[in-house]
Structures are given as structure tokens and as C-alpha cells.
């Protein structure tokens, strides 16, 4: 059994953690920051500046769970306690399907542990177009390398699974360039589960490496507790007022939770952070950039039945991937995209697939045959790919309006032919991009697979559209006036309020996000932890 740093820590009783659904009061604390979230932004934050010395006070919407006797690798279990809407979170016209992670370490704790640095053409393009020109490929070297240590990413030398060899394999045939993903994780058993949760800790999510850190610090840690708004006065933040939820984390509990401190820092996500300032005064938001550009990596899906065992359930998720489709165009031209592999587990194979009835079942019967691979489109970088926006709904809470235009549908349609170009090439007898119009048996041929593709109606609902990656609504920029934040992640308006994840990207990455987000914000809560002790920090120092 792995070591369980969450049940230790609580059983020292150094720890300061309250679940708000059983509070029987209200809740007042004092801080010097606060930090909404716990992901991504929001643990390294919070290690950083703990370990400064500073009083940390952490709000976190879903709970805390003991890695290694919680996380049962059964996706009934783990949708509904460790995704935002129990992994059904879509876009407002109910077109795409968003997968985020809701508990302390947030998505960190479910994804897949793929860690790239931001691309330079992405950093270059941020310095041209949003001002950020101190983000160059040097100057963020060290924060990565800072990031990768602290988290362990390293090169993954262990055999690629069949699924992903499949996507190395018919890349070689093709021509078309691959490499191997890093990964961050330490004594991976290769169970193939990421996505549920890691039952032996093996994944550096932030629930077993920055958040037990910030603990062990003096943080404090409020979990089952939605931040609702930014209060203020005198043109600064002074509070987050927060209301308890339920133990099933779904309805507020009547409870309310006001955390008072001198700094503050979302790190909700791309739609949560968002949300909370558009809930809040409206001086937050003078040139209505909250909430806009909002980014997904829209993703579409080709399955494909093999001639051998595939069991894309076995080992790590995502080993291969290929740039070859990023790098041979221009970044603001033809939207790109990179070819990677999804895990494969029966339920949510099972409401991705199309079909109904006798159909659906002769698929899944084949379940151990099926080889999937994806593409993620890099939106963001062309006029005609501007995102979406992050609106409130009746009740308060958020929800990401995100039309599809032509321009991307273009380059959905070019992705999935080369998807299914590239599975005929691995050897695939059918090839079923993921589309309404599509029976269940697909193409017999790379030819008949063209010719369909080529004709496919490209719609909202018909073509099966999800991403796991979200990015803006929150976007860093020199002028006020285009971003909502300066490039160290400040309010253009607000000098003691911060952004620290994902929300902050002007664009989407064109990679999996992760690690883009631990060294920007390693970057940026370095800055805010010396500026409020006066001396410089290291985040890696004893």
C-alpha cells in the first residue's frame, strides 16, 4: 500500500483543514493570502508562499480525499467525486463536453500527467500580439526547470502501450513526425487509471506533493466551500465571502464562510475564475474582458478496430504524440492540431461512441479491439478563432458559451482525415471517426474514408466534440484595455488581486497545459511572495 501523505498529515494534528459541510456556524478567518482552488495555480501558489512564511488561507469547492483508499479505479466513483457536474460539465449549447477536475488538486489530481513547456511560437505570438514581452523562451526556462524537478517530470522510458504505439506506428508509415511525452510521476506502477485518480501516489498531483507542503506550512485549508465574490473597497480587495456546501458538495448549506487578508489569488480555472469575478463588483471588469477568450482545445475522435488487442485501458494514458500538424503551418494560419491517444474505460467510451441499442452493443462487444486517437486544434491565434465567453447563469453560476466557426469546423474536418489516414496505415479493418452521421462500422478503406470525411456535415451535436484543456477569460496583457491581468498575473485594476492559472493564457497553449501553468505561476507567486515579506523567495529552497 503507498504511503498516504494526506491520512499522515491529518493523523499529526499539525494540519489546519476544515470541511465546511460541517460547520454549524458561520466561518470568519484572516489571512495574508487567500487562495480560491487548489489545482494547478493554486497548489504551487500556495507552497510558495507558505514557505515564504506567509498565513495562507485555501478555499477549495470540492473535498479531500485519502489517495490511497479513496481512489478505487472504478469510474462510478470517480466522475461523481472528482469532476466538475460529475464529468457532464459542457459548453452552454450542450456541444461539447468539458472534463475538469473538482477536488483539493484539483484536475491535477485526473489528468493523464502529459507535461509539455508552453511552445515558443505560443510565447513568441504572447510577446507580438498581448505586449508579454518578459515571457521569453530564456527567461521561462528556469521556472520549468524549477517546476519539473519539483514535480518530477521526467522522460517516460517504459514500452508504449498498443494504443499509443498504434499512433507511433502509423506516423512512421506515413512520414509524419513523433515524440515521446514527458510525464510527471514518481513509482508509476503503469496501471493506466490517471484519470480516477492515482491509488498509489505515484502522479505529483498537487494533493501529494504542494498542498501536503503548504500544510505542513501552517496553511489553512477550507474545502466544500464555492467562493461567490470578491468584496471590496477603497479600489482594493478586502474579502471572499464563500458559502459551505453540502456533504455531496452539490447545494449550498446556509453556511457562509468570509476570509479577510491584504493579498488574493484565483486559481479557480477557466471557468470558475471567471465566474467569480464576473459575481463581483463591477469595477473588476471596466473593458468587459472577463470571461472573454475564453479557450478550449477543441478536440475531435477517431476509433478505429484493430486486428489485435488493443485494451487502451492498460498502462499509461498518453506516451506518444505528434506535432507534425503544429509545426508544418504558420500559428496564425490553418488552425493546427496535435495527434495524441485518449484512455480507453467502458463508461465514458461507452457515451462517447454513437449508436444506440444492438448497434452501440456489437461496438463495446469489441471494446478490447478499439484503437482511439485524437486531435487537439490550437485555437486562439487566427481572427476567425476567437474562443469563447464565460457567461453566469440564472442561479450565479458559470457556464462557457463557445460557438464553433468555420474556420475551426476546417480544421476539424482536415484532422479527422488524418486520423483515419493514419489508423488504415497501423493496420486498422475500420476506422469510426466519432460522428452522428456515421454508422457504427465506419470505413473499410483509407479511400472510402476520404471520400465520407470529405463530405461529412460539420454541426454542433453531430460531430462529437470534447476537450479536457481550458484556458482565458482571465487574459494577460500589457495595455488594460485587451487583458484582465498583467504579465506577473495582477488585476489591471486591482493591485492586490491575482490570477494564478490557467485563466491568465491569452490564447490556448497548443499543448497539454499543466506544466505551463506550474512554471508561470512558480514565476508570479515568487514575485508576490517577495514583494509582501521584502526579500526574494526560492521556491525550492530547504
Avoid at 482552488?37 to 469547492?61: H, M, N, P, R
Avoid at 464563500?242 to 457562509?256: E, L, Q, T, V, W
Avoid at 488493443?310 to 496535435?338: C, M, R, T
Avoid at 493496420?427 to 471520400?451: F, L, M, Q
Amino acid at each position: 500500500m503507498a504511503k498516504d501523505v494526506i491520512a499522515e498529515g491529518l493523523a499529526s494534528g499539525r494540519w489546519k483543514v476544515q470541511d465546511a459541510s460541517q460547520l454549524n456556524t458561520d466561518l470568519e478567518l484572516t489571512a495574508d493570502v487567500v487562495i480560491v482552488g487548489t489545482g494547478a495555480g493554486g497548489g504551487v501558489s500556495a507552497e510558495i508562499l507558505a514557505k515564504a512564511g506567509l498565513k495562507v488561507v485555501l478555499l477549495e469547492e470540492g473535498a479531500l480525499h485519502f489517495a490511497s483508499r479513496d481512489f478505487r479505479l472504478t469510474e462510478a466513483n470517480a466522475y461523481p467525486n472528482l469532476y466538475q457536474e460529475s464529468a457532464g460539465r459542457q459548453t452552454k449549447d450542450k456541444g461539447i463536453t468539458i472534463l475538469q477536475g473538482r477536488a483539493v488538486g484539483g484536475s491535477t489530481v485526473v489528468n493523464w500527467t502529459s507535461s509539455f513547456r508552453t511552445p515558443p511560437s505560443t510565447l513568441k505570438y504572447w510577446q507580438s500580439q498581448f505586449g508579454l514581452k518578459a515571457l521569453t523562451v530564456e527567461s521561462m526556462q528556469p521556472w520549468f526547470e524549477k517546476a519539473e524537478k519539483r514535480l518530477n517530470v521526467i522522460d517516460w522510458n517504459v514500452e508504449p502501450n498498443v494504443n499509443n504505439t498504434v499512433l507511433k506506428l502509423g506516423a512512421d508509415r506515413l512520414g509524419i513526425s513523433w515524440s515521446h511525452i514527458r510525464r510527471n510521476v514518481n513509482g508509476c506502477m503503469n496501471l493506466g487509471y490517471c484519470g480516477m485518480g492515482c491509488p498509489v501516489n505515484a502522479k505529483q498531483s498537487m494533493l501529494v506533493s504542494t498542498i501536503p507542503s503548504a500544510l505542513d506550512k501552517g496553511a489553512v485549508l477550507v474545502t466544500r466551500a464555492r467562493a461567490e465574490r470578491i468584496v471590496m473597497q477603497g479600489g482594493k480587495a478586502q474579502a471572499i465571502e464563500a458559502s459551505a456546501m453540502d456533504g455531496r458538495g452539490i447545494y449550498p448549506s446556509g453556511r457562509k464562510i468570509r476570509v479577510l487578508a491584504k493579498a488574493f489569488v484565483l486559481a479557480g480555472g477557466s471557468i470558475n475564475t471567471p465566474g467569480l469575478l464576473l459575481r463581483s463588483d463591477e469595477g473588476l471588469n471596466p473593458y468587459q474582458r472577463v470571461g472573454k477568450r475564453t479557450f478550449l482545445h477543441p478536440v475531435n475522435i477517431s476509433g478505429a478496430f484493430m486486428p489485435f488487442k488493443v485494451e487502451g485501458w492498460n498502462g499509461a494514458p498518453q506516451s506518444i504524440y505528434s506535432d507534425h500538424f503544429l509545426e508544418s503551418q504558420p500559428i496564425d494560419g490553418p488552425i493546427g492540431y496535435k495527434l495524441e491517444v485518449p484512455p480507453l474505460h467502458p463508461v465514458l467510451t461507452a457515451i462517447t461512441m454513437t449508436g444506440f441499442g444492438a448497434k452501440h452493443r456489437s461496438v463495446m462487444s469489441r471494446f478490447a479491439q478499439l484503437q482511439v486517437v485524437l486531435s487537439l486544434l490550437r485555437d486562439g491565434f487566427h481572427p476567425d478563432s476567437p474562443g469563447g465567453n464565460v457567461e453566469l447563469k440564472r442561479d450565479g453560476t458559470p457556464v462557457l458559451d463557445y460557438p464553433i466557426t468555420d474556420f475551426v469546423w476546417e480544421g476539424l474536418r482536415r484532422s479527422y482525415l488524418t486520423m483515419a489516414e493514419l489508423q488504415f496505415a497501423a493496420g486498422a479493418t475500420r476506422v469510426v471517426p466519432i460522428h452522428e452521421d456515421i454508422g457504427v462500422e465506419g470505413y473499410s478503406s483509407w479511400a472510402e474514408a476520404k471520400r465520407g470525411i470529405s463530405e461529412l456535415p460539420l454541426e454542433i451535436l453531430r460531430a462529437k466534440i470534447v476537450s479536457a484543456h481550458v484556458m482565458g477569460g482571465c487574459g494577460m496583457s500589457a495595455d488594460p484595455r485587451q487583458g484582465v491581468v498583467d504579465v506577473n498575473g495582477r488585476h489591471h485594476q486591482v493591485d492586490n488581486l491575482y490570477v494564478f492559472d490557467g485563466s491568465a493564457f491569452p490564447t490556448s497553449i497548443g499543448a497539454n497545459p499543466q506544466l505551463s501553468i506550474y512554471g508561470l505561476v512558480a514565476r508570479n507567486a515568487s514575485r508576490l511572495a517577495g514583494q509582501l515579506i521584502g526579500r526574494p523567495v526560492d521556491w525550492l529552497a530547504a
